[in-house]
């Protein structure tokens, strides 16, 4: 089932340029939609708790993202030509890395969510910590391989992007999709 949309996703493990990309993609005119981790972390910070005890029932965290990852889809205009950072599946990928029981209304959203394509960016030569970021370089790994699967699985396939300078990863994305616009 190909998307209705015009909406692509950017995704990867935690530390592999998501966020410096899609800052570049917007600074060139793009329309870009923040990850919607972050934004709650952001949020729960303002309020005072620490990433520590946000994260602490992890399970929790995972279906706060979905439940915002929810309303920004249904609220984004389908017409507009979107860059998200990450996608509805991403929670599939970790709800999965963690072992946690995949809920059904989890299951139904990643069904119900189409991309037109989805960009996995492969793990960068290092691996930077910031205060959202808790994982290891060893989680980004095993995190990659998932999300590849998660998407495939939705037949979505990510096209691989691999480890290049900024400029080099936002001509590899646009190069792609320009070429799929001329078919």
Known sequence: MKASNRWYVITGGP??????????????????????????????????LTVQQLRADE?????????????????HDP?????????MHDTLAYL???????????????????????FLLEPLPTYEQDYARTENSDFVTNVHQL????????????VPVRAASLQERVGIILDHINREQDV
């Open 15 to 48: 530390s592999t340029g998501k966020t410096s990309l899609l800052a570049e993609l917007n600074r060139l005119g793009h329309h870009t939609i923040p990850e919607a981790a972050r934004t709650v972390i952001d949020q729960a910070i303002a309020r005072g």
């Open 59 to 75: 399970k929790s965290f995972q279906e706060e993202v979905t439940r915002l990852k929810e309303q920004t889809e249904a609220h």
């Open 79 to 87: 017409k507009t030509s979107t860059f998200f950072d990450r996608g």
């Open 96 to 118: 999965r890395h963690y072992g946690f029981t995949v809920e059904q209304w989890v299951k139904e959203l990643a069904q119900n969510s189409r991309y037109q394509k989805v």
């Open 147 to 158: 999300l590849h699967d998660t998407y495939a699985e939705y037949d979505m396939v990510p």
